[in-house]
């Protein structure tokens, strides 16, 4: 079997296929001038990709990669289903209809904030584009979704997975923690999933949001004087979250504070507000980022196994 990337997901892609011990087809992705993007699977990996069942990873982050998740998906569903007609003329141009088989890994799925319908007249994001996805696959599996039920009774199996043993592997060895935060309620499940594997005290603070930029956390008494706290989240964007915790944290007289995730965007100068803050920063390679640190493909590989077993 093998594992199939584009441009945006091409490490985390290795690491999955060597996880799972498949091969890894990399597919010809590009740009045209104007930005839009090409997509072409190598003459010499039809027959890989025909073979048997093929597992795409692709980020749908940025919004390019929801295009060139599509774009791969459906050059793929061609291939299997012997549509080669090309005006090249190159040969065959037709096969035989090898059937379903087509797996998507998403490490990073991108729009899964915008989860619920607020306002009416507002689209749910998460969904609308799990429903575009579920159209070209027969399967898929999702690293640390943000809110899951989003994608409750989509037209395709779903399997979640989760980073956080691998987490919680590196803090242990790396961190040695005393005190696992979660920094609002939505990590809770997450966080201390990351406590038990540790066996560290755990906690969590109540956070507001007041728009993209601005969070208020809720005083809290936390035991965590002379400790050394790991907060841990599925993703760090802005880095308010995590330095509004952090500094909740020193206040309360903790002695080292690191911020973990699974998914680091970092956008807009985040890590420098966050060295302003924690003593480190630590996340997986779900998506190209500078504080990659933890291999994202055995957590995928599980995923993965548990839609090919189903
Ligand atoms: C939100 O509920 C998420 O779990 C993260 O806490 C949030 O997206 C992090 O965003 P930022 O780094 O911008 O505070």
Known sequence: MVVVSGSNAQQVAEQLALALKWDHVQLEARRFPDTEGYIRIPEEQIEAIRKEPVVVVSNTFPDAGIV??????????????????????????????IGPGVYLAVPYFGYSRQDKRFKPGEVI???????????????????????????????????????MPELANHLQSEVKPDFILSPDKGAIDRASQVAQLIDCEFSYLEKTRIDAHTIIHKAKDLDVQ??????????????GTICRAADALRSQGATEVHAACSHGLFTGGAIRRLTQFVDGVHATGSLANPRSVIDAGEALARGVRELLNN
């Open 226 to 239: 002379g400790k050394v706290v790991a907060i841990v989240d599925d993703m760090i964007a802005t880095g």
């Open 68 to 97: 060139e998740t599509l774009l791969m998906l459906k050059a793929i569903s061609d291939v299997r289903k012997g549509s080669l007609e090309n005006l090249r003329g190159i040969e065959p141009q037709r096969m035989e209809n």
């Open 125 to 163: 994001s998460a969904r609308a584009i799990a429903d575009m996805l579920a159209t070209q696959c027969d399967g898929l599996t999702v690293l640390d979704l943000h809110a899951p039920q989003v994608l409750e009774n989509l037209d395709i199996p779903v399997a979640f997975t989760s980073a």
